[in-house]
């Protein structure tokens, strides 16, 4: 079992920035692909960023050169850095780890004001 527990969504204004964090428990993850994901109300869910467990990086086209993910195996932590922050980023953000079925966290609101 993996609990994924994401942090640091919030309110902020377009232009700005926010750090999302997801911690692993239950499982070392450090070698295992962790994804973000996002949905935006009444939309499916998408996704954002995975990195994987050598460290390479695959970002949608919509986050491409804004949005940053990055790992800290010692704190078994995956975390995404969203700079020039856009209303459309606006949805609840998702931490998802390829282990057995899949694990998904409860996920983090961002909500980004014009």
């Known amino acids: 079992q993996v609990q994924l527990v994401e942090s640091g969504g919030g309110l902020v204004q377009a232009g700005g920035s926010l750090r999302l964090s997801c911690a692993a428990s239950?499982?070392?993850?450090?070698?295992?692909?962790m994804n973000w994901f996002r949905q935006a109300p009444g939309k499916e869910r998408e996704f954002v960023a995975r990195?994987?467990?050598?460290?390479?990086?695959y970002y949608a086209d919509s986050v491409k050169g804004r949005f940053t993910i990055s790992r800290d195996n010692a704190k078994n932590t995956v975390y995404l850095q969203m700079n020039r922050l856009k209303p459309e980023d606006t949805a609840v953000y998702y931490c998802?780890?390829?282990?057995?079925?899949?694990?998904w966290g409860q996920g983090t609101q961002v909500t980004v004001s014009s």
């Open positions: 239950g499982r070392t993850v450090s070698s295992y692909p």
């Open positions: 990195i994987s467990g050598s460290g390479s990086t």
């Open positions: 998802y780890v390829n282990i057995a079925s899949g694990y």
